[in-house]
């Protein structure tokens, strides 16, 4: 059973600051997406890496892949309010059979 | 905006009682999902379709059926509806060329009492 796990699961940080949110998962995948969620609307499509060191920058989010450490990584830097959400990992096994998701992480931002 | 939309958008029933929800989507893509959000959970997959009368089970899908007549329409049923079924429910689409990356609906809230 493919299992997701993402830490932290809550995160206050202040504006300006960098931190990162880890992702790792218990089987073999080179496809690996982020998705942000604002409180009370659907999931929005961050970022999809399909092989082992991708790297995809939007902003001031940036998201890696290293398929044999199992793991992805979003990386904020210089953290500003707007960002403040929940963000997703997930994973795609191979084929059509649905992705399987970390339980997220709360993102909360302080001036 | 991926062109799907989900109806109701939120409901209150009785246990016991049967729901569905619908899922339409106007990109005529061929494979959409159904999942459950609660908290402390994310999302997890009840069921999903690889086309038209096409469905298979996902990880929670014990007490939903699902049907799909209609390359645009898959439908999510309640046959009767339990107060642990109280969640948000998303239906997803994916292009499926290679790469199956969702794209969401807005949701359905479920309150059963």
């Known amino acids: 059973e493919l299992k997701v796990e993402q830490n932290p699961l809550f995160l206050s940080m202040q504006e300006g600051k960098n931190y990162t949110i880890y992702c790792n998962y218990s089987?073999?995948?080179?496809?690996l997406y982020w998705y942000r969620q604002d409180p009370g609307k659907s999931l929005e499509s961050l970022f999809v890496?399909?092989?082992?060191?991708a790297v995809k920058q939007e902003g001031r989010l940036m998201a890696s892949l290293d398929t044999k450490a199992r793991l992805s990584t979003l990386h904020i830097t210089a953290a500003v309010h707007d960002l403040s959400a929940t963000y997703f990992c997930a994973v795609d096994v191979g084929g059509a059979d649905g992705l399987t998701f970390g339980k997220g992480t709360h993102l909360i931002i302080q001036p | 905006d991926a062109g799907i939309t989900q109806s109701p958008r939120h409901k209150v029933t009785e246990t016991g009682t049967p729901v569905t929800l619908r899922c339409h989507q106007t990109e005529n893509h061929r494979y959409m999902y159904w999942y459950r959000q609660d908290p402390g959970h994310g999302l997890r997959l009840i069921h999903y379709s690889y086309g038209v009368k096409d469905t298979d089970k996902g990880e929670v899908s014990d007490g939903y059926s699902v049907s799909r007549s209609k390359t645009e329409d898959f439908l999510l049923t309640l046959e009767s509806a339990t107060s642990s079924q109280t969640s948000v429910y998303f239906c997803?689409?994916?292009?499926?060329?290679?790469?199956?990356?969702?794209?969401f609906g807005p949701g359905t809230r479920l309150t059963v009492t």
């Open positions: 890496l399909l092989s082992n060191g």
């Open positions: 089987t073999t995948s080179d496809r």
């Open positions: 997803a689409i994916s292009t499926g060329t290679g790469v199956f990356e969702q794209y």
